[in-house]
């Protein structure tokens, strides 16, 4: 990650020298800890358009003289509860060993119903009892410090047992163990994601987790996903408390989430769901959201998350809270086309698109004005709220751009349509294929020839069939590569970045 | 604002922080900048010494997560540390009470 002779490794070996009176544990926290800070701060740094080495000569500056700070570090050993921190950091250890063996969590989840009952491992009930046992308690009180709506908890195959706590803010929780001797001991939080969980079959009450099994026979039907529209229709017929809303008079950015519904085997397990979050923009650039989770019948709850707070510098509002508390829409215009000069020939791309986040020479996350660079000057820009949908129709390429990130406080100026807004998404269509021979136009049967790791997701729309090709590595569902097809043959390829939510940030996950 | 007079308020600040909901350290540092509009930027480092602290102390509890095949530790107040922020808030608000007094008192 670092080299020795950089400012980076520098800090890390001045603080690891510092730290020798401590012992390797709380040496090894310290430096992880340091570590995980200062990679933060260096993708912040060149995600607001720093070089890496100006990002990395930064993160060390801000962070702090080493010595000063190991010397704080050990004065400050816990006094108190070293043994359960010590249970949690080996459990934490066991764990992550045993979720580097499994790979990606959703490649292993599979139905333990009827089906599966012949096969040793836990059942959904069995999870649960294990989970409320004492010696998960370091774990489930990190989890009763959480405002949990949804619980859902998967048995697996692997065996283990997966439980995802859906929060209040948009967030899901996963702890996850190994299934030994007939218990899971040793939970521990692995993924912290945004999402929401779309198939609640657990109930979390006073600290104690009791599965109820909603999903164990039974398809779970979501209905239609929501939209701008349906969301404000949603907001204006149940609207949420006023302490939510302030009740002013302000603009607004409505989202419709789609929480990559998918299929895991053959089974209607979903794991992620629908759901509407409303910004409401503040003096000073400031804004809060509300959440709310999309139910089948088109209603939704909503709630104040606990990290509400945060920034919309940039955002393109799509609607109006009025003093009554009420939703409305505005009618967006549409920037008038930049169009390629007469004459102007289009620039030479490449028609391949890959899994590790490109498309015709565009890398996930460059900005608008690099992707110019590439592809030359774009036709459309259509902002969409939090996001700008720009294409190159001569290409068969479009993008989704979002606005630049604020960091540390400073506001940056970008809108998802200006040049610096960075590239979320691109979608390629007619003529182009995968870096691994797949085109569109392809029959469904070429997928799983050339991808045969593919998996088919729920289709959001009628007719068509959707399928994550190359699921990105420890991401959401929806990141990485997937196709479109329609009447049995491709029609589309995207390449997706994921989004994480944390705070008041919009953070990519490169 | 000087670092020497943030020094004695580290702690509060960062159990206030946490009251929002729990929050690995860097997002922490992030927070109390964003929140402070600027006012309260820290040397970022720290702010480690102040959370192992506040956890020997019982006021905090953390939990490892894997983030981008890395570890993160996670930071979330205990009940206790609920307390404790009440406390150090009725304090403070005793003491700005206080000072308030004594220096408009002499303008």
Known sequence: VSDARSPLGRLLEDVRRELRPLGWRARRRALDETRDHLLSAIEDGISEGASRAEAERGAVARFGDAEAIATRLCAARPRRRRRVVSAVVGAATITGVFALAAGPIAEDIAPHGAAAAATAGPSEQGCARAFDSSANAATRGLIRRSNVLRVQIFATRVPSCVIKFQLSDERVLTVQAPWVRDTAVGFSATTH?????????????????????????????????????????????????????????????????????????????????????????????????????????????????????????????????????????????????????????????????????????????????????????????????????????????????????????????????????????????????????????????????????????????????????????????????????EGGRITELTVAAGLTTFGSDIVPSP | MHPEALRGHIDTMVLAALRAGPAHGYALVRELATQSDGVFELGEGTVYPALHRLEGDGLIASTWTKYEGRRRRVYALTSSGEAALDERHRDWRSFARGMNALLEGTT
């Not at chain 1, 549409?334 to 030479?348: D, E, I, L, R, Y």
């Not at chain 1, 608008?368 to 290409?395: F, M, N, V, Y």
């Not at chain 1, 020839?449 to 997701?457: A, D, E, I, K, M």
């Open chain 1, 193 to 485: 994601a945004h999402g929401l969980v779309a198939g609640p079959n657990a109930v979390w009450r006073n600290g104690r987790l009791t599965a109820i099994g909603l999903l164990s026979d039974r398809p779970l039907l979501l209905g239609p996903p929501p939209t701008t529209a349906t969301c404000a229709d949603a907001w204006n017929a149940s609207p949420p408390t006023p302490t939510a809303t302030r009740g002013r008079s302000e603009p607004a950015v409505i989202r419709a989430l789609n929480g990559g519904v998918s299929i895991i085997s053959s089974s209607q397990q979903s794991i992620n769901g629908f759901a509407c979050t409303v910004w409401i923009a503040g003096p000073k650039g400031h804004a809060t959201y509300v959440v709310g989770a999309w139910e089948p019948q088109g209603t939704t709850r909503w709630r104040k998350p606990i990290e509400a707070s945060g920034m919309l510098r940039g955002a393109i509002p799509n609607a109006d809270l009025g003093t009554d508390g009420r939703l409305t829409l505005r009618n967006l215009t549409v920037p008038a086309p930049q169009v390629t000069p007469n004459g102007a020939p289009p620039p030479k791309v490449s028609h391949e698109i890959g899994a590790t986040g490109w498309a015709g020479g565009v890398k996930l996350y460059e900005t608008l004005a690099q992707a110019i660079r590439h592809l030359g000057t774009p036709t459309d820009k259509i902002p969409t709220g939090l996001g700008c949908e720009i294409s190159w129709p001569a290409l068969h390429l479009s993008g989704v751009f979002m606005f630049g990130f604020v960091r540390h406080g400073k506001r940056h100026q970008s809108t998802p349509c200006g040049n610096t807004a960075r590239v979320q998404s691109l979608t390629v269509t007619s003529t182009w294929k995968t870096d691994r021979g797949l085109r569109v136009g392809a029959p469904d049967s070429e997928i799983g020839r050339r991808y045969p790791g593919s998996t088919q997701v729920i289709s959001l729309a009628a007719g068509s069939t959707t399928w994550y090709l190359v699921p990105r590595h420890g991401g959401p569902s929806g990141m990485g590569l997937t196709a479109v097809s």
